[in-house]
C-alpha cells in the first residue's frame, strides 16, 4: 500500500499520527484516503478550488512534485507520498 | 591553521566615556550571539539589578559564524536584563552589522554604566582604526528612519548601524534596537523583543555605526573544506522547496487553519480577515507597485525579507511578517495588511516590538477604550508614543502594563511578555516553551508547530527545540535557514579547523539555558513563574467540538530544566523560530 507521510503541523487531524498507509492510485486519492481516516487533513493540503495549497509540498519518494500536476501523479503500491508544510514564525 | 584569531571584545563604559578593547578568550571561540551574551551577562552582570539602571550591561554580539561566507549566517544578538521580564533577554535579528563587526574581529561590544547626565546622546564609532565613543546630541529624540538618513550621510557608505529610536531613548520596555539592512539604509531589522531598545536608551547610546571599509571575510582554517560545505549547503537550500520564498507573512492561511492566527485579543484563533491579511496580497502588489522579495543581509540566500511599497510605488517598510500581521493585524481586528503596513513603519520608525505593540493595543480595546480595528487611531497612538502621553507610555511599555493601566483582566502573556501569534492552546508543546524558556513567551526560543504530540512528548520536544535554537542563535545562522545542529558542528569544525563532536554542540546548547536560568534563579524567579497566564488556561480556542485551553501541568512543565538523553534526531532537527 502507498504511504502518506504527515508533517508536524498537520497532525492536528492525524491525532499525532505520522504516516497513513493507505489505498490510492494517485496522489489526490491516496490524500483523499486519509482524509476519509482523518477528517479535517485534506483541506490543510488542497483547497476548495482542488489546487494544492501554496503554503504545501508534495514529494514522491523524496522528489519534489511539480504543483500543477502534482495530485494526478500515479501512485503505486510501494510508493511514498510526503506533505511538507511551509511554518515559520517571524 | 587555527582559523580567525586575534579577535577583540570592546568595552565601553557610559559613566565616563571610557573605551577598553580586550582580547577575545580563546577558549570561547565557539561561542557567539546568545550564547556568549549569556556568559557575559551571568559573569559581569548582577541579576537583582534594575534593569535600567547603571549596574545592567547591554551585550551585543554577531554569531559564530558571522562576517564568513557560510550563507545566512550574519545575525547578531542583543543582550541584557529584560525591563519587561526582569529575567536575562537575548533579541536577535539580521542587517548588517553583525557581518561588520566580525569582519573587523569583533565578537562583541559590552556597554556597561550610564552617563550622569541623562539628557546627553552617545554614539560609538567602530572601523579599522578603531573605536570611539563621539557626542550625539544633535540626533537626539530622532525617529530611526530620519536618524539613518542622516547617518548614511554623515558616514561612508560601507557603514552599517545599530540604533535607538526615541521609545528606547524615553526607556519604554516594549522598545526594540534596530539595525540597518544590507544596503545599510533602512532601520528595518529589529532585535525586537524584552525591551532592550529601553536599556540601550538608558545607557544613553543613541547608535553605534560599523564601518569594515573594504575588509574582506574572515578566512576559515580550512577554507577549501569550509568552501565546499558553504557550496554544498546553498545547492542543497535552493534545490529544496525553500519554504519563505514568498515571506513569513504568506503562511496567514495556514495559521489560521490551525486556529493560531489570534483575533480579537486571542478570544478566537481564527480571523474573519485572513484573506485580507494574507501575505500573498502583499506579493500580489508587487506588480503594479514594485515591491518586490530580498535578503536583508549580505549572503543570503532565504531571502524571506519582503519590501513593501504604498499605493504611489514608494518605500513604506519592510519586512512586513506575520508576527507583524497577526499581533497588529488580526488580533487588534485590524482587516488589511496597508494598514499594518502603516504600523509597522511607526513601529521602525520609533523603535518598538511589534508583537508588544499589537498586544498591549488590543488589550486597550478588548478593555473597550479603543474600537476594535480602528487603524486611524492605532496610527495616532503609535505615533504618540514618544510624546510620553499616558495612554502611549502604556502601549509603550507593554502588555502587561497595558492590562494595568486598563485594569483589564485579560492579559495573555509568560513571565511578563506578551504572546506571540503562534499560540498555546493548540500548540502545547510552544507553550511549554513559552513557560519554560529563559526568555519568556518568544516563539524564536522554542517554536513547536506539531498540534499532534501527546502531553508526555511536550517536554521532551521543547527541550529538544530550545537546545537547537540556543546553538543556532549563537551561531550567526538565521532560524530560516534551518540548520541542524549536525550542520552547524560541520561548520565550526571547517572554521576552526578541529571536529565538533555531536557531545560538544549538546553541551553547549544545554550550557546556554544553564546559564540563562542560572541568571534569571538569581535575579528572583522560581518554579511558580513557569506558568502561563490565567487567562489562556480559561479561554478556549480551536474548531467547534475540539476548543482547547492550555492545561499543560505543572510537572511536564518542569520535566524541561532537567536535562535528558541526546537522541538521534536532537542533532538532526532544524532550528524553527
Redesign the interface.
Known amino acids: 500500500m502507498p504511504k502518506v507521510i504527515i508533517p508536524p503541523p498537520y497532525r492536528g487531524p492525524t491525532q499525532g499520527t505520522t504516516e497513513v498507509d493507505v489505498d490510492g492510485g494517485s496522489v489526490i486519492e491516496c490524500l483523499e484516503a486519509v482524509d476519509h481516516k482523518f477528517p479535517g487533513f485534506l483541506p490543510l493540503v488542497v483547497d476548495q478550488d482542488g489546487a494544492v495549497q501554496r503554503f504545501a509540498k508534495l514529494f514522491l519518494n523524496g522528489d519534489q512534485l511539480d504543483s500543477d500536476a502534482a495530485l494526478r501523479t500515479p501512485v503505486s503500491s510501494k510508493d511514498e507520498v510526503e506533505v511538507l508544510a511551509a511554518i515559520a514564525g517571524g | 591553521m587555527s582559523g580567525p584569531t586575534g579577535d577583540k571584545l570592546i568595552y565601553v563604559d557610559m559613566t565616563d566615556q571610557s573605551i577598553d578593547v580586550r582580547d577575545f578568550p580563546d577558549e570561547w571561540k565557539l561561542l557567539g550571539g546568545r550564547g556568549l551574551s549569556a556568559k557575559i551577562l551571568l559573569k559581569e552582570c548582577d541579576p537583582s539589578c534594575d534593569p535600567l539602571g547603571p549596574d545592567n550591561v547591554l551585550v551585543m554580539a554577531p554569531g559564530v559564524l558571522a562576517g564568513t561566507a557560510a550563507p545566512t549566517s550574519g545575525r547578531i544578538s542583543i543582550g541584557g536584563k529584560s525591563p519587561l521580564t526582569g529575567g536575562i533577554k537575548e533579541a536577535n535579528t539580521g542587517g548588517q552589522p553583525g557581518q561588520h563587526l566580525m569582519k573587523l574581529g569583533y565578537r562583541g561590544i559590552i556597554v556597561k554604566g550610564q552617563p550622569a547626565d541623562a539628557e546627553k546622546r552617545y554614539a560609538l564609532e567602530v572601523n579599522g582604526d578603531g573605536v570611539k565613543i563621539v557626542a550625539a546630541d544633535d540626533h537626539k529624540g530622532k525617529w530611526n528612519y530620519a536618524l539613518c538618513e542622516d547617518l548614511h550621510g554623515q558616514y561612508p557608505a560601507t557603514a552599517s548601524f545599530i540604533t535607538c529610536g526615541p521609545a528606547g531613548e524615553a526607556r519604554l520596555t516594549g522598545a526594540s534596537v534596530a539595525t540597518t539592512d544590507q544596503d545599510n539604509r533602512y532601520p528595518a531589522r529589529h532585535a525586537a523583543r524584552g525591551g532592550l531598545g529601553a536599556v540601550m536608551g538608558s545607557k544613553g547610546l543613541k547608535y553605534v555605526a560599523v564601518d569594515p571599509g573594504k575588509t574582506s571575510a574572515r578566512q576559515p582554517s580550512d577554507r577549501k573544506a569550509f568552501g565546499a560545505l558553504c557550496k554544498d549547503y546553498t545547492k542543497g537550500y535552493l534545490e529544496?522547496?525553500q519554504?519563505?520564498k514568498?515571506?513569513?507573512?504568506?503562511?496567514v492561511?495556514?495559521a489560521n487553519?490551525?486556529h493560531t492566527f489570534p483575533y480579537k485579543n486571542r478570544v478566537d484563533g481564527q480571523s474573519p480577515d485572513a484573506a485580507t491579511l494574507d501575505g500573498?496580497r502583499i506579493v500580489e502588489s508587487f506588480e503594479t507597485r514594485g515591491g518586490t522579495m530580498h535578503n536583508c543581509m549580505t549572503g543570503c540566500i532565504v531571502k524571506?525579507s519582503n519590501i513593501v511599497n504604498d499605493a504611489q510605488g514608494e518605500y513604506k517598510t519592510s519586512?512586513l511578517?506575520?508576527?507583524t500581521l497577526t499581533l497588529l493585524g488580526a488580533n487588534c481586528a485590524v482587516a488589511s495588511w496597508e494598514d499594518v503596513a502603516d504600523m509597522d513603519r511607526l513601529c521602525d520608525e520609533v523603535g518598538l516590538d511589534t508583537i508588544e505593540t499589537g498586544a498591549a493595543i488590543a488589550i486597550l480595546m478588548d478593555a473597550g477604550q479603543m474600537e476594535w480595528g480602528d487603524a486611524d487611531e492605532m496610527r495616532k497612538l503609535i505615533a504618540e508614543i514618544p510624546e510620553g502621553t499616558e495612554r502611549g507610555n502604556a502601549v509603550g511599555n507593554g502588555a502587561v502594563a497595558a492590562g494595568k493601566f486598563t485594569g483589564h483582566h485579560r492579559v495573555p502573556e509568560a513571565k511578563g511578555q506578551a504572546i506571540?501569534?503562534?499560540d498555546p492552546r493548540?500548540l502545547k508543546a510552544t507553550g511549554v516553551s513559552y513557560c519554560t524558556s529563559p526568555m519568556g513567551a518568544d516563539?524564536?526560543a522554542g517554536?513547536?508547530?506539531?498540534?499532534?504530540?501527546?502531553p508526555e512528548q511536550y517536554a521532551w520536544e521543547s527541550q529538544k527545540v530550545q537546545i537547537v535554537n540556543t546553538v543556532c542563535d549563537s551561531s550567526g545562522f538565521c532560524?530560516?535557514l534551518q540548520p541542524s545542529l549536525d550542520d552547524i558542528r560541520a561548520f565550526y569544525g571547517a572554521l576552526y579547523g578541529e571536529e565538533v563532536s555531536r557531545e560538544t554542540i549538546h553541551d553547549q546548547g544545554w550550557q546556554v539555558l544553564e546559564d540563562e536560568w542560572e541568571f534569571n534563579r538569581q535575579a528572583g524567579f522560581t518554579a511558580a513563574d513557569d506558568k502561563m497566564a490565567d487567562c489562556l488556561g480559561q479561554d478556549a480556542v480551536g474548531?467547534e467540538g475540539a476548543k482547547v485551553v492550555f492545561d499543560v501541568p505543572a510537572e511536564i512543565i518542569q520535566a524541561v530544566f532537567k536535562r535528558m538523553p541526546a537522541q538521534e534526531e536532537l542533532f538532526t532537527a532544524k532550528a524553527?523560530?
Not at chain 2, 514568498?246 to 503562511?251: A, D
Not at chain 2, 517554536?447 to 501527546?454: R, T
Open positions: 529544496g522547496p519554504m519563505f514568498t515571506g513569513t507573512s504568506s503562511i492561511p495556514i487553519m490551525l500573498a524571506c519586512a511578517e506575520f508576527e506571540p501569534a503562534w493548540p516563539h524564536t517554536l513547536i508547530v506539531n498540534p499532534g504530540l501527546a532560524q530560516f474548531a524553527s523560530g
